[in-house]
């Protein structure tokens, strides 16, 4: 009874690692397609990074404090 479960494990295993071959494979073919359709070697990052935020100069600031304080004291 312990071989023959051992041997449907290792059958089980063969055919998960198989398709993790063919997947790899797969993986592969379509880098090495977008290598030769782009020229590029690798592709554009995941992660988008934000720009630095630019700092507002002082009449910006006090003409955004001005309007922030025209809103709190609504239409008059």
Known sequence: MLD???GVLG???RAVN???EIWVSISRLRRF???VITGRLDSDPEIKVL???KI???AAERALA????RRRNGPA
């Open 4 to 6: 023959f479960f051992l």
């Open 11 to 13: 059958c089980f295993v």
């Open 18 to 20: 198989f398709v993790l």
């Open 33 to 35: 397609a977008r290598i």
């Open 51 to 53: 720009p630095d935020p």
């Open 56 to 58: 507002l100069p002082p």
């Open 66 to 69: 001005e309007a922030e304080q």
